[in-house]
């Protein structure tokens, strides 16, 4: 049987995210879904867009046991319905950044040790979601530009960050040349995203960390607030106008931004506000790609699978924020 994943909606109409049904074609798997669920499901199904495996698919394309359909429901702005965030797959996302806030007193080197290890980490788990996806990225440049990246920063500062990802994405785009299994383009391309990804994320960290200890105090606080205000705003929102979770994480790191630029001595509000508006547009930026790479459809709001899947937005994030802080200090 094949299995049927639901989202926002669709999942609550259900009562369930996920289902078997056995069916041969896509058509007839939406029809016994329908038939199983009522109206009101039919209703959401009907302009909701269908995934096989992380791709497109028409009611006639046949299926088998193995294969996942997800059905995915479009909201105003292409994003999806109300976001979920549930502390317990997110335990450890909350773990790495109560890492990274420990060590921010601590000697740099420490710091560079555990924001690589947290983007590793981060690596691994997205690698591992998007097993589900015909075209996975390949795992190994992505934690070697990570690696390369934090520790180029930590040694030579900006030049080392350049010089780093630089060789990283030499390391993803030459990989195809070693690796005979992996030479399609889309995979390529994958997995040199993800490594200049995880390469600035790493790199990004460490050069916050270089700047201050009250920059990474400023960083988390103003990313978390991206991540709460955008579930504030997709839990609530309906009842506010042009309020959507996206817009939602603006204005948590603006506010956020605000209160690190009055309360930090070390922070001016100019630079509270502006490392506002680049971790917002991290956090969304982060939340799409990771959708994208982990379940092979874009979506801004709703949670990708994975046990880091919150971490999305705070590798994205990283270097934007301090890029931010940097023009201002």
């Given at each position: 049987?094949?299995?049927?994943?639901?989202?926002?909606?669709?999942?609550?109409?259900?009562?369930?995210?996920?289902?078997?049904?056995?069916?041969?074609?896509?058509?007839?798997?939406?029809?016994?879904a329908n038939e199983q669920f009522g109206d009101r499901f039919a209703a959401g199904a009907a302009s909701a867009g269908?995934?096989?495996?992380?791709?497109?698919?028409?009611?006639?394309?046949?299926?088998?046991?193995?294969?996942?359909?997800?059905?995915?429901?479009?909201?105003?702005?292409?994003?999806?319905?109300?976001?979920?965030?549930?502390?317990?797959?997110?335990?450890?996302?909350?773990?790495?950044?109560?890492?990274?806030?420990?060590?921010?007193?601590?000697?740099?080197?420490?710091?560079?040790?555990?924001?690589?290890?947290?983007?590793?980490?981060?690596?691994?788990?997205?690698?591992?979601?998007?097993?589900?996806?015909?075209?996975?990225?390949?795992?190994?440049?992505?934690?070697?530009?990570?690696?390369?990246?934090?520790?180029?920063?930590?040694?030579?500062?900006?030049?080392?960050?350049?010089?780093?990802?630089?060789?990283?994405?030499?390391?993803?785009?030459?990989?195809?040349?070693?690796?005979?299994?992996?030479?399609?383009?889309?995979?390529?391309?994958?997995?040199?995203?993800?490594?200049?990804?995880?390469?600035?994320?790493?790199?990004?960290?460490?050069?916050?960390?270089?700047?201050?200890?009250?920059?990474?105090?400023?960083?988390?606080?103003?990313?978390?607030?991206?991540?709460?205000?955008?579930?504030?705003?997709?839990?609530?929102?309906?009842?506010?106008?042009?309020?959507?979770?996206?817009?939602?994480?603006?204005?948590?790191?603006?506010?956020?931004?605000?209160?690190?630029?009055?309360?930090?001595?070390?922070?001016?509000?100019?630079?509270?506000?502006?490392?506002?508006?680049?971790?917002?547009?991290?956090?969304?930026?982060?939340?799409?790609?990771?959708?994208?790479?982990?379940?092979?459809?874009?979506?801004?709001?709703?949670?990708?699978?994975?046990?880091?899947?919150?971490?999305?937005?705070?590798?994205?994030?990283?270097?934007?924020?301090?890029?931010?802080?940097?023009?201002?200090?």
């Open positions: 049987m094949a299995t049927l994943r639901l989202f926002a909606n669709l999942r609550e109409s259900a009562g369930v995210e996920r289902i078997n049904i056995e069916a041969e074609t896509v058509g007839d798997l939406l029809t016994k269908v995934w096989v495996n992380g791709e497109p698919a028409e009611s006639a394309a046949a299926i088998s046991n193995s294969d996942e359909v997800a059905l995915i429901p479009p909201v105003s702005g292409g994003a999806l319905a109300m976001p979920r965030i549930e502390l317990g797959p997110n335990l450890l996302s909350v773990a790495l950044v109560v890492a990274l806030l420990a060590v921010a007193w601590a000697d740099p080197a420490w710091f560079t040790f555990v924001a690589i290890g947290a983007i590793l980490a981060w690596v691994w788990d997205i690698s591992d979601s998007s097993k589900r996806i015909r075209e996975p990225f390949v795992v190994y440049p992505p934690l070697i530009g990570a690696t390369v990246a934090a520790v180029g920063a930590f040694a030579w500062g900006f030049e080392g960050f350049a010089g780093g990802t630089a060789l990283a994405i030499i390391v993803a785009v030459s990989w195809p040349v070693f690796d005979r299994a992996h030479r399609e383009f889309r995979t390529t391309a994958a997995t040199t995203l993800v490594t200049l990804i995880a390469a600035g994320g790493s790199a990004g960290l460490v050069l916050i960390r270089l700047t201050g200890s009250f920059a990474v105090v400023a960083f988390v606080l103003v990313t978390v607030f991206a991540l709460v205000g955008a579930w504030i705003a997709g839990a609530y929102g309906e009842t506010i106008q042009s309020i959507d979770a996206n817009v939602g994480a603006l204005l948590g790191a603006l506010l956020a931004g605000l209160l690190a630029g009055l309360v930090i001595a070390q922070l001016d509000v100019a630079a509270g506000l502006l490392g506002g508006v680049a971790a917002a547009a991290g956090v969304i930026a982060g939340r799409t790609l990771g959708s994208a790479l982990r379940t092979g459809a874009i979506s801004h709001t709703e949670e990708a699978p994975g046990t880091l899947s919150m971490f999305d937005g705070a590798v994205v994030a990283a270097p934007l924020f301090w890029i931010a802080i940097w023009v201002f200090s």
